[in-house]
């Protein structure tokens, strides 16, 4: 079964931190995602990666930034955290394009 | 450009009773088009997805969808719901992404409430 590994289930940060959430894939897949999700908007895309050291911004890439060194990993960071980046923010892989995404567990990061 | 409408953001059913969660969807080019569920706190599971072929399609834990491509629907049933089916239910359908690339986009969500 594929697996996606989200490094943290919540997390509390402070305003104007900067902020890694690291997301591990082990289905060798070339595609990783970032979502952000929020109550009554569905899941909205911040960035997309479909190689190594590649990266394709999504719809609301404001305020984040990501980074794919090797293959399984994709990270998103916060440059410096604000309230309205409190989220549900999920991570995806799938194997080619076009193809369905399969989910990490999610984290739930809460900014203060 | 590809969009997904979900019509009813809670749905509540009985338990047994019809389950009927609805997505209409938008693209320029023949869809891809994905169901998806999630459990409180949790990532989002495939139940299902139709790409060519045969227009009913089963997923897992009972539901299926058809794709109707006269109506752009693309609705998901099960015959009896469970108490164990309470969970949010995404529609996605893939777009054509500037640059060549694909992505999925996803419907607001749709909460089903089972209730005894």
């Known amino acids: 079964d594929v697996k996606v590994t989200q490094s943290s289930r919540y997390l509390v940060k402070r305003t104007g931190e900067k902020v890694f959430l690291e997301c591990v894939q082990d289905?060798?897949?070339?595609?990783m995602f970032w979502y952000r999700q929020d109550p009554g908007l569905g899941l909205r895309l911040i960035y997309f990666?479909?190689?190594?050291?590649?990266?394709e911004k999504g719809d609301i890439p404001e305020g984040y930034s990501v980074s794919r060194e090797k293959k399984e990993r994709f990270s998103l960071i916060l440059e410096s955290a604000s309230t309205n980046q409190t989220s549900m923010y999920l991570c995806?892989?799938?194997?080619?394009?076009?193809?369905?995404?399969?989910f990490g567990q999610g984290t739930r990061l809460t900014v203060v | 450009a590809q969009s997904v409408t979900q019509l009813g953001s809670h749905v509540s059913v009985s338990e047994g009773a019809l389950v009927l969660l609805r997505c209409n969807y938008s693209?320029?080019?023949?869809?891809?088009l994905f169901w998806y569920v999630q459990y409180p706190n949790q990532g989002l599971q495939l139940l299902l997805k139709?790409?060519?072929?045969?227009?009913l399609v089963k997923g897992i834990n009972g539901f299926e969808a058809e794709f109707k491509k006269s109506e752009t629907s693309f609705h998901l049933t099960k015959p009896s719901a469970h108490m164990s089916d309470a969970a949010e239910y995404f529609c996605?359908?893939?777009?054509?992404?500037?640059?060549?690339?694909?992505?999925?986009?996803f419907g607001a969500g749709t909460r089903l409430a089972v209730h005894p």
């Open positions: 995806a892989s799938s194997p080619r394009r076009g193809s369905e995404a399969f």
């Open positions: 289905m060798d897949h070339e595609n």
């Open positions: 990666s479909y190689d190594v050291k590649m990266k």
């Open positions: 693209s320029s080019v023949p869809p891809y």
């Open positions: 139709y790409t060519t072929g045969a227009t």
């Open positions: 996605a359908v893939i777009a054509m992404f500037s640059g060549g690339y694909n992505k999925l986009i």
